[in-house]
């Protein structure tokens, strides 16, 4: 490590910056298989010339659904100078349609090299974003405020990672910062909540020529439902009064021959709003219209089907204030580099929610992503470059220096 002088700013190295995210977005890396890219981070970390120590790896894996294998990845560093801790953090796992990409530059952008394939963007921009405040950090022995560095696992299935998350490893910080997103002067203070929902409903076989009048079909009373939420307006986006949100049915199973009245059928869905009131509603609606269409199917002797619905808390939603210190404290990064900071808030969920739920506030920022989970998907290099020297301001906290 060089030593390196607090009157001197230090700017971020854009080729190093270029080619460290480049080489993190061809790591396959699917949710529940970052074991590939958390192993990259350490020996890059280790290179660098940071204690083995300093890296630990939690359990959220092992209480995960899926399993897989490997957890959360926390760095924590004592400070140089005094401050309140700073954590920063971004997902390590990709969308399966990622496995496979050749990031290739062609002018502004960085592209998958296949039309098949996106690019891994979400998130390993963000992943490079806060490794090369890290890695500049040890290269140049900058000063900084205590820190803690999180990759986390399994965001792309619902926030998994995060929710079991091992907080007392984080070391108690005060202002924590989360990358996932596209433009760099992005400040995220909010974000819906989503609640799944998974509903089962229990028909009556039969054989589907000789006696189609005896069976009661499944997915009758399935459609039948679906059709009532979506003539009434409880389907797709939903705008009730001053109230909205978003549900859709994602996942439907069931039936294994043409020639049996299918006896069973599993459906999987979600229901989304900023206010857990009106998210609770859509649930009730749901669950109200599925009883109401097995009740509504009988075959010929009066027998019906029946329905079990289930609801469960993905993650809530939150909101913070606008003076809280993380999204004072992120606008100053912002504005610093030129920036015009734009508090937004997302209708998709972010490692952000179960962090602030955690009682950690987060904010979340841009790094150069576009049209995420597509293979269109592109990283915007400017974006991205902007979004790595604020993160070593936020790290170094210089941002108002």
Same mark, same amino acid.
């Given at each position: 490590?060089?030593? *390196?002088?607090?009157?001197?700013?230090?700017?971020?190295?854009?080729?190093?910056?270029?080619?460290?995210?480049?080489?993190?977005?061809?790591?396959?890396?699917?949710?529940?298989?970052?074991?590939?890219?958390?192993?990259?981070?350490?020996?890059?970390?280790?290179?660098?010339?940071?204690?083995?120590?300093?890296?630990?790896?939690?359990?959220?894996?092992?209480?995960? +659904?899926?399993?897989?294998?490997?957890?959360?990845?926390?760095?924590?560093?004592?400070?140089?100078?005094?401050?309140?801790?700073?954590?920063?953090?971004?997902?390590?796992?990709?969308?399966?349609?990622?496995?496979?990409?050749?990031?290739?530059?062609?002018?502004?952008?960085?592209?998958?090299?296949?039309?098949?394939?996106?690019?891994? &963007?979400?998130?390993?921009?963000?992943?490079?974003?806060?490794?090369?405040?890290?890695?500049?950090?040890?290269?140049?022995?900058?000063?900084? +405020?205590?820190?803690?560095?999180?990759?986390?696992?399994?965001?792309?299935?619902?926030?998994?990672?995060?929710?079991?998350?091992?907080?007392?490893?984080?070391?108690?910080?005060?202002?924590?910062? @989360?990358?996932?997103?596209?433009?760099?002067?992005?400040?995220?203070?909010?974000?819906?909540?989503? /609640?799944?929902?998974?509903?089962?409903?229990?028909?009556?076989?039969?054989?589907?020529?000789? *006696?189609?009048?005896?069976?009661?079909?499944?997915?009758?009373?399935? /459609?039948?439902?679906i059709d009532d939420l979506y003539t009434n307006g409880w389907h797709g986006l939903v705008i009730k009064g001053k109230n909205t949100g978003s549900s859709n049915v994602g996942v439907i199973e069931g039936g294994a021959a043409t020639n049996v009245v299918m006896p069973e059928l599993t459906i999987k869905a979600e229901a989304r709003s900023h206010n857990p009131r009106f998210?609770?509603?859509?649930?009730?609606?749901?669950?109200?219209?599925? #009883?109401?269409?097995?009740?509504?199917?009988?075959?010929?002797?009066?027998?019906?089907?029946?329905? /079990?619905?289930?609801?469960?808390?993905?993650?809530?939603?939150?909101?913070?204030?606008?003076?809280?210190?993380?999204?004072?404290?992120?606008?100053?990064?912002?504005?610093?580099?030129?920036?015009?900071?734009?508090?937004?808030?997302?209708?998709?969920? #972010?490692?952000? @929610?179960?962090?602030? &739920?955690?009682?950690?506030?987060?904010?979340?920022?841009?790094?150069?992503?576009?049209?995420?989970?597509?293979?269109?998907?592109? #990283?915007?290099?400017?974006?991205? #470059?902007?979004?790595?020297?604020?993160?070593?301001?936020?790290?170094?906290?210089?941002?108002?220096?």
């Amino acid at each position: 490590m060089s030593k *390196h002088s607090t009157e001197t700013a230090i700017k971020v190295n854009s080729k190093k910056a270029l080619q460290l995210v480049t080489e993190l977005m061809a790591i396959p890396g699917k949710s529940g298989e970052e074991a590939l890219i958390a192993a990259e981070i350490k020996s890059r970390l280790l290179k660098a010339g940071l204690s083995e120590t300093m890296i630990q790896f939690d359990s959220a894996h092992k209480k995960s +659904p899926i399993g897989g294998q490997t957890g959360n990845m926390i760095v924590k560093l004592p400070g140089t100078m005094r401050g309140p801790r700073r954590l920063l953090m971004a997902h390590m796992d990709t969308v399966p349609l990622c496995e496979g990409a050749k990031p290739v530059k062609k002018g502004d952008l960085i592209h998958s090299k296949s039309e098949l394939t996106a690019l891994g &963007a979400d998130d390993r921009s963000g992943c490079s974003v806060i490794l090369n405040a890290l890695l500049t950090i040890l290269e140049h022995n900058l000063p900084h +405020p205590p820190l803690s560095f999180c990759w986390m696992v399994q965001e792309e299935i619902g926030l998994v990672g995060v929710r079991l998350l091992t907080t007392s490893k984080l070391g108690k910080p005060r202002m924590c910062f @989360n990358w996932d997103g596209k433009l760099s002067d992005m400040v995220c203070i909010g974000a819906t909540g989503d /609640s799944g929902m998974l509903i089962q409903i229990q028909g009556i076989a039969s054989h589907a020529g000789a *006696h189609p009048e005896c069976g009661v079909s499944a997915a009758v009373i399935a /459609s039948r439902a679906i059709d009532d939420l979506y003539t009434n307006g409880w389907h797709g986006l939903v705008i009730k009064g001053k109230n909205t949100g978003s549900s859709n049915v994602g996942v439907i199973e069931g039936g294994a021959a043409t020639n049996v009245v299918m006896p069973e059928l599993t459906i999987k869905a979600e229901a989304r709003s900023h206010n857990p009131r009106f998210r609770q509603k859509i649930l009730d609606e749901f669950k109200k219209a599925f #009883l109401k269409a097995a009740k509504s199917v009988k075959n010929s002797e009066g027998k019906q089907g029946s329905v /079990s619905f289930e609801s469960y808390l993905k993650y809530d939603s939150f909101r913070l204030p606008e003076q809280e210190p993380a999204v004072q404290t992120a606008r100053l990064a912002i504005e610093k580099q030129g920036g015009q900071p734009e508090l937004t808030i997302a209708n998709g969920g #972010l490692d952000a @929610n179960w962090m602030t &739920a955690h009682g950690f506030p987060t904010v979340t920022l841009g790094c150069g992503q576009q049209d995420i989970h597509t293979t269109s998907e592109t #990283l915007m290099i400017d974006e991205y #470059l902007k979004a790595c020297q604020i993160g070593l301001l936020l790290a170094t906290a210089t941002e108002s220096a």
